[in-house]
């Protein structure tokens, strides 16, 4: 993140942008739509490239972010509505116990039943509603921790968006790779033909 933030001030330099001290997290999205003047280097080659001669260790950082692909199914309001309905499920059950308690006898051993189910279907509430609410603490934490807006950045699209940027990111290093293979192999290429010639000429010479 460092390093982006870094980019982008070096190219807004002399500008109202060129001092940031941070960027929006779907700035990250935005790298590959930069381009060199010949048009084939993004800036998210240039970031891999920079990468790749100053901190090579941190390449494969997107191996520290295999949570995001399970992460990225994750919506939570489905969890808040499945949370929701879970709850006014057992308001229901409770509510019947309460109805069948003033059947009297008849309903005694239906009583019995539902009184062991509650005790059983309580304690697992009480564990989803923990579980529920440590979920949605992390899930603030994590739109926090980027600098975003609690109100304005939803989880799925922190979780997207790096998912996305990884993605263009590990794309972006192939090509570099890529590349640098292909500049070596003419370089290569070059140089045989170099020493070929050179050999011609000598061998010309001599039988001169």
């Known amino acids: 993140m ?10 807004n330099q002399g500008t109202a ?4 001290i941070g960027f929006r997290l779907d700035s990250l999205l935005k790298l590959t739509e930069t381009r060199a003047r010949n048009n084939k280097m993004t800036l998210m080659h240039y970031l891999c490239k920079v990468l790749a001669d100053k901190l090579p260790e941190v390449l ?10 399970p992460a990225s199914k994750i919506q939570i309001k489905i969890l808040a509505e499945e949370m929701q309905a879970i709850s006014k ?7 019947e116990l309460s109805t069948a308690d003033n059947d ?14 509650l005790r059983y279907a309580e304690a697992e509430v009480r564990s989803l509603t923990s579980l529920y609410s440590a979920v949605g603490r992390n899930v603030d934490s994590l739109i926090l921790y980027f600098g975003e807006d609690l109100a304005r950045c939803s989880f799925e699209q922190v979780v997207s968006t790096l998912l996305n940027f ?10 570099n790779c890529k590349q640098l293979e292909l500049e070596m192999k003419k370089a ?3 140089e045989k033909l170099k020493i070929v010639a050179s050999h011609k000429q000598s ?6």
């Open 2 to 11: 460092q390093t982006i933030l870094s980019l982008g001030n070096a190219l």
């Open 17 to 20: 942008r060129g001092s940031a």
């Open 60 to 69: 494969d950082f997107s191996k520290d972010l295999g949570s995001l692909e």
């Open 89 to 95: 499920g057992l308001e229901r059950v409770i509510q």
């Open 104 to 117: 009297g006898p008849i309903s005694k051993n239906f009583c019995k039943t539902l009184k062991e189910f």
């Open 166 to 175: 990884t993605r263009m990111f590990n794309q972006a290093h192939r090509e």
């Open 188 to 190: 290569a290429e070059s």
């Open 203 to 208: 061998e010309e010479y001599i039988n001169a």
